[in-house]
């Protein structure tokens, strides 16, 4: 089962990845007003958390066959030690709870960033 969340991980992890380098890139293009920039990226995180939030809900009805993690799992034999007539529903579950950890580490930088956003505005009103 530990085998199998580190492979949820990597899934969702290089996802989160690519999402990471869209948002830095949005970022870093509206560098010259950092207010902007963090706003940006506070509405990135959340629409990341959105996405984590839609597909966590999604797993458990999803037929994880054709999932990367099914795969990943088929490949590294962790499948196999799953009983046949629960492999799908096992994978799903995991899966989900791994969505919902992930999720909940997006919505903190999404609060950070919305935080940070609203102090550079205070510092700047009170210049």
Known sequence: MEQLSAL??????RALGFAGLAAATLMLSLSF?????????AWAAAATL???????HRAPR???????????????RVA?????????EVIA??????????AERVAALAL?????DGLVL???ALR
């Open 8 to 13: 949820a991980d990597y899934v969702i992890r």
């Open 33 to 41: 007003d950092l207010a902007l920039a963090l706003r940006m990226g």
């Open 50 to 56: 959105l996405g984590l939030l839609i597909q966590a």
């Open 62 to 76: 999803r037929n994880m066959r054709h999932s990367e993690l099914w795969a990943l799992a088929a490949g590294h």
């Open 80 to 88: 196999d030690e799953l009983p046949d007539h629960r492999r799908g």
């Open 93 to 102: 579950a995991v899966m989900r709870q791994r969505l919902i950890w992930h």
């Open 112 to 116: 950070a960033l919305w935080l940070l």
């Open 122 to 124: 205070l510092v700047h």
